[in-house]
């Protein structure tokens, strides 16, 4: 069966400092992969999806990228972190094949800028 | 493009009660509906999804939901709630045939769950 973790849990961090939030799949192989973000009070927002190694695509301007250097794991990244990054970070994956596949969710990192 | 409203930011309800979340979207091209729910500090888990075919789709845990496409609308019900009900619950869409399925949220509905 397949699997995604999310790592940190948490995390507290200041602002101008960096980020890095890790997400990795286990069980399957060449899957799509998402990295949303919920601000407080706020539904969910895509912020990178990936379909491939190396392949990030980015639906939202921000001081954040993606990267996919390995095939099930997708990393989020910030030189300088803003107050304004503060959020639950969701990393999820869905299969490629279809019309439509269902995406699973990890646990997510709740991020707090000081 | 597509966007997604969920008119109710709060819903409070006694246990046992029927409960309406409200979900309108709206979209230049055809879409896929769904509903995911949201346990505290926990991921989303998927409740229900309308594909195609009849509009009136069953989830898990009691859920169903009805696509109406003159309305633009897909409304999530339950008959009768219980206190595991109380989450945050989100509808989202996505445009059909789309390579990566990017998924686009309401901001979600608290639901409360009174005894």
């Known amino acids: 069966s397949q699997t995604i973790h999310q790592w940190p849990a948490t995390l507290v961090q200041p602002v101008g400092s960096p980020l890095s939030l890790e997400c990795t799949v286990e069980?399957?192989?060449?899957?799509?992969l998402y990295w949303y973000r919920q601000a407080a009070g706020r539904g969910l927002q895509l912020l990178f999806y990936?379909?491939?190694?190396?392949?990030i695509s980015s639906e939202v301007p921000q001081n954040l990228s993606a990267s996919r250097p390995q095939d099930r794991q997708f990393i989020l990244s910030s030189k300088k972190l803003l107050l304004s990054d503060s959020g639950f970070y969701l990393c999820?994956?869905?299969?490629?094949?279809?019309?439509?596949?269902?995406?699973?969710f990890g646990p997510g990192t709740r991020l707090t800028v000081l | 493009a597509q966007s997604v409203t969920q008119l109710d930011s709060q819903v409070p309800v006694f246990e046992e009660a029927p409960v309406e979340l409200r979900c309108n979207y709206s979209?230049?091209?055809?879409?896929?509906l769904f509903w995911y729910v949201q346990y505290p500090n926990q991921g989303l888990q998927l409740l229900l999804k309308?594909?195609?075919?009849?509009?009136l789709v069953k989830g898990i845990n009691g859920f169903e939901a009805e696509f109406n496409k003159s309305q633009t609308s897909f409304h999530l019900r339950k008959p009768s709630v219980h206190i595991s009900d109380t989450a945050e619950y989100f509808c989202?869409?996505?445009?059909?045939?789309?390579?990566?399925?990017?998924?686009?949220f309401g901001q979600g509905t608290r639901l409360t769950i009174n005894p």
């Open positions: 999820a994956w869905s299969l490629t094949s279809g019309s439509w596949n269902e995406q699973f």
């Open positions: 069980g399957t192989s060449n899957p799509n």
């Open positions: 990936s379909v491939g190694i190396g392949q």
């Open positions: 979209s230049s091209v055809s879409v896929y």
């Open positions: 309308y594909l195609s075919g009849s509009t």
């Open positions: 989202a869409v996505s445009a059909q045939n789309q390579g990566a399925q990017k998924l686009v």
